[in-house]
């Protein structure tokens, strides 16, 4: 197949320095639909990162039925509480913990506008899905879209590659809830980077500790 070259929109002119550090984890999503228009970008984005040896094996599926949606949701749900360690309890936490964030999300999955499943064709291929998935949400960021990457758990991935009909050889590495944020972007706290930096060797600090 002939390959296509693109060129940026420009709806998506936010400088990178800003979309990268105004990005955050947006698991508040709208029930507003997100259009095929911004969906296109946000797939042209995606195509964009670097693959292993360019073989481009990198697939996003696209969920908007919202019958699929409520019984990926069930399943989901399900992933998320598999995942909790025994004796795992909400009421441990302090509220706005983001524990409590993403058990909220598990709930309500089922109204989000869009989910996204990335996927590669051949298995092990984390190295160019995760390149193609921040590009897609970077792009999200940039037109104002919600995003958050999440995992499933090996005990309902059957029954989404039945959901999905997914063929033998794809591996699904993770998926990407989008929509119109009910919170809002903005710059987030993190650790400096003195703390999580090392220079040659593990424990030694950068030269701007």
């Not at 399900?78 to 598990?106: C, I, Q, V």
Request: include cysteine; glycine fraction near 4%; charged fraction near 25%.
């Amino acid at each position: 197949m002939a390959m296509v070259k693109l060129d940026p929109p420009a709806r998506l002119d936010m400088s990178l320095g800003k979309a990268m550090f105004t990005q955050r984890a947006i698991r508040r999503l709208k029930p507003d639909p997100v259009s095929d228009e911004d969906i296109h970008m946000l797939m042209d984005a995606a195509s964009k990162a670097p693959s292993s040896r360019n073989e481009q094996r990198v697939r996003f599926l696209v969920v908007r039925d919202r019958e699929k949606i409520r019984k990926f949701a069930e399943l989901y749900r399900e992933a998320w509480w598999a995942k909790r360690p025994a004796g795992w309890k909400p009421e441990n936490f302090e509220p706005g913990d983001l524990h409590l964030s993403a058990m909220r999300l598990a709930d309500d999955m089922k109204d989000v506008p869009t989910v996204v499943l990335a996927i590669s064709t051949v298995p092990g291929q984390a190295t160019s899905v995760l390149p193609a998935a921040q590009n897609l949400m970077l792009a999200a960021r940039a037109l104002g879209i919600g995003s958050v990457l999440t995992t499933l758990h090996p005990t309902v991935t059957d029954r989404v590659r039945a959901l999905f009909k997914l063929p033998p050889e794809a591996e699904v590495h993770c998926c990407i809830p989008l929509g119109y944020p009910k919170g809002r972007f903005g710059t987030t706290a993190r650790r400096p980077t003195s703390e999580t930096t090392y220079y040659e060797e593990w424990g030694t600090p950068p030269p701007w500790e």
